[in-house]
């Protein structure tokens, strides 16, 4: 039964009460009420309640009793009395009253309406009650009001800032991006921000940016951030924008936004907005630093290959690139003569020099490392107009340097090689002009364009660059592991890692064949870090098996050089919990020769990790004394190609046995490779050579056949 309304209720409350009483229909009807109904006469003596007041009172005794006995914990009684006294005196309804209840400690809110009865003769009678508890309602408008006070405060506090835009008239979202783009520029207007946001266009107060139409947002991207907004579903996800400051910088903010969509129109956006200029300053930076020579402030070799990597995958046919190598000759003598800081000025004038020849061809200028440099052109004419361009740079770099208090000259060779003509990815090219590069400079043209008459190697093994990328990713590379023992103890100390590539179709690949490829590409050193985490992790299961032996790896001089070794070697010893003390790292004496400074540098920083470090081949170089006495190495490793005859040869004996002598007068430790036969072992042992590696002590082997030589072997006792 539906409850009765309020003209109802006044109707009622007009017939006397002993008329009610009488009127079974009526009451019936009140009882079926959900509401409180007390009928009390003047004096607030409850005359009739309803079945719902019945139960609701705390007392079985209602008919009555005073009404304030019935609502003990009811606050403020005396108000609901005098307007019982109102209401029975005037004879008017008193409707929507609200009253507070405390029933242990819990809090109930009471809405009460009042309406006058009367007797037939019109005297006033008293009053009906009518009580509904309304304490959800309270407290959810309590909620409400509360989390918008926070809401209110949050935005106000918020070092972000927070703004909503309002459209009007709506958006129809069925319509075209682009047309419901057009309209929410022209239709948006600033309808609610905060401080933060009035900063933003420079302004103080809240109210002087309100009601400023999009368009005066600052941000120069507006459009395109709308466009974006639309597209992704009427929402934005911390997407970067440029902003103009007030005083006409700009800035880099970050906004996320949501749309308001109701009955398919968009009616509001609500946003927030982030100054993240410092932070997008500092990202830049450290990504200038990471793709930039620190010298020069070139590009380096990463940036260099990113680069040409995205121009070859979005080059349209036709178009011609080209990628020159250059390689400075004698520049060794102006560092000996002049002294380094010369040959750091010579270096830093290059880049502008090599930049100003190519002012009207678009280019990338960067350094590869030491004396080398690279141009690429992504976009060019002809072959023909890169040989001129060679030519021009040539020329350039062969006018006279100007240094604090002298002059110099030197001059280049440069390589070139084009694509499509000639190579379509980065490795090929860097190669071809590589090959060049040397072409040039042994036949001291200056500048040469790549000829596979230059270049020495064969088709098939062309094909194992392509191939060399696949083998390092996918796994396909093998660790061979070569003994070698203490003389003086005769017994194994330590492991050479030799790598082997078994193809899957030219069968097993010489080392002598795939390394040189992978040191004229950008492979060299995802190869050696896979052969520097194979090393590890098999010495380091070793080490848990109670083996203590040093492994070492041979590095390419450009990959000693590269400043992803140090971060690389130190988390992979950390990752396998190899003590550094058990890793040996193999170097040749080319690498003095390149670039001894920053050779120095980074083998010094190798060696505070702990890392051993050794000369690969020494004697088949041309190293200086005087670097070799700076370098912080503990092994000599002399080249097999002097221990091989020396039974035969005295003058292979002689470079051997001085070559010891020499290396103990520098406190440096040798190994011998190339042993044999247990004469040449005898013969090493009577010139007092700490280590011997060789045939006659293992041959290269897997990681199976290392375990049970280990453990059968003469030169080993188990763990």
Not at 118 to 132: E, F, L, P, S, Y
Not at 269 to 278: P, Y
Not at 507 to 523: H, L, T, Y
Request: one cysteine or more; aromatic letters at 6%; hydrophobic letters at 40%.
């Amino acid at each position: 039964m539906k409850e009765l309304s309020q003209t109802q209720l006044a109707s009622v409350a007009k017939i006397q009460v002993a008329e009610v009483a009488e009127n079974l229909d009526l009451l019936s009807l009140l009882d079926a009420m959900r509401s409180i109904i007390f009928y009390v006469d003047r004096d607030a003596v409850v005359v009739h309640g309803n079945i719902t007041a019945r139960r609701w009172a705390p007392s079985r005794f209602v008919i009555g009793s005073f009404l304030v006995d019935l609502i003990p914990d009811w606050r403020d009684v005396n108000r609901l009395l005098a307007e019982i006294a109102i209401v029975s005196e005037m004879g008017t309804a008193s409707w929507g009253l609200e009253f507070l209840a405390s029933t242990h400690g819990v809090e109930h809110w009471f809405r009460v309406d009042l309406i006058p009865t009367k007797r037939t003769d019109a005297d006033a009678a008293g009053a009906m009650i009518v009580i509904d508890e309304i304490s959800e309602s309270v407290r959810t408008e309590y909620a409400l009001q509360e989390s918008e006070a926070r809401y209110k405060a949050f935005i106000a506090n918020s070092s972000d800032a927070i703004w909503c835009y309002s459209i009007s008239p709506p958006v129809d979202i069925r319509q075209p991006a682009d047309v419901q783009v057009q309209k929410i520029m022209s239709t948006a207007v600033l309808a609610e921000c905060n401080v933060q946001l009035a900063k933003l266009f420079g302004a103080n107060k809240i109210e002087h940016v309100v009601g400023a139409r999009l368009h005066r947002s600052r941000s120069v991207s507006t459009r395109r951030d709308v466009a974006k907004f639309v597209e992704n579903g009427y929402r934005l996800e911390e997407t970067e924008l440029q902003l103009l400051t007030s005083d006409g910088k700009r800035g880099c903010m970050q906004s996320s936004a949501i749309g308001v969509v109701e009955n398919g129109f968009l009616t509001r956006a609500w946003g927030i907005t982030r100054d993240i200029t410092e932070r997008r300053n500092y990202i830049d930076k450290m990504e200038h630093l990471a793709n930039h020579d620190a010298l020069t402030q070139l590009p380096n070799r990463e940036l260099l290959y990113s680069t040409i990597e995205r121009a070859l995958e979005r080059r349209k046919d036709g178009r011609v690139m080209a990628l020159m190598l250059i390689d400075l000759d004698r520049f060794k003598e102006i560092n000996d003569t002049l002294g380094h800081v010369a040959g750091d000025e010579v270096l830093k004038q290059i880049g502008p020099r090599l930049k100003s020849e190519l002012s009207e061809i678009k280019s990338l200028v960067a350094r590869l490392g030491g004396d080398e440099f690279a141009v690429f052109l992504p976009s060019v004419r002809s072959v023909q107009q890169v040989v001129i361009a060679g030519h021009r740079l040539l020329d350039c770099l062969c006018d006279v340097f100007e240094l604090q208090g002298s002059k110099t000259e030197i001059s280049a060779s440069i390589g070139i090689s084009t694509c499509p003509h000639q190579a379509e990815d980065v490795s090929t090219l860097m190669r071809y002009a590589d090959v060049a590069m040397y072409h040039a400079k042994k036949s001291m043209k200056g500048v040469a364009l790549y000829d596979s008459n230059f270049d020495p190697h064969s088709p098939v093994r062309l094909a194992l660059m392509g191939a060399l990328g696949k083998a390092v990713r996918e796994n396909e590379l093998l660790l061979h592991y070569q003994p070698k023992v203490s003389m003086e103890r005769h017994h194994v100390y330590g492991l050479e890692a030799l790598v082997r590539w078994n193809h899957s179709h030219l069968g097993f690949v010489p080392p002598e064949e795939f390394i040189p490829i992978a040191e004229m590409s950008n492979m060299i050193y995802p190869m050696t870090y896979w052969v520097m985490e194979n090393a590890i992790r098999t010495n380091a299961a070793l080490y848990a098996k109670g083996y203590r032996l040093t492994i070492a790896v041979n590095l390419s001089p450009r990959t000693v050089t590269d400043d992803r070794l140090l971060t690389d070697l130190s988390n992979l010893l950390k990752r396998y919990q190899l003590p550094s003390h058990l890793l040996e790292l193999e170097i040749t004496e080319s690498l003095i020769l390149l670039e001894p400074d920053r050779a120095f540098a980074a083998l010094k920083s190798i060696g505070d990790l702990g890392v051993k470090l050794a000369i690969d081949d020494f004697g088949t170089g041309y190293s200086s004394l005087a670097y070799l006495k700076r370098l912080p190495v503990q092994t000599l490793k002399i080249d097999k190609s002097f221990v091989l005859d020396m039974l035969d040869d005295e003058q292979d004996e002689i470079i051997v046995n001085s070559t010891i002598n020499l290396a103990h007068n520098l406190g440096l430790s040798v190994v011998a490779e190339g042993v044999e036969c247990e004469a040449v072992y005898q013969r090493l042992s009577d010139h007092h050579c700490d280590c011997a590696q060789g045939y006659h002590i293992a041959p290269p082997m897997n990681d199976l056949e290392l375990e049970s030589w280990l453990k059968n072997s003469r030169w080993t006792s188990c763990p």
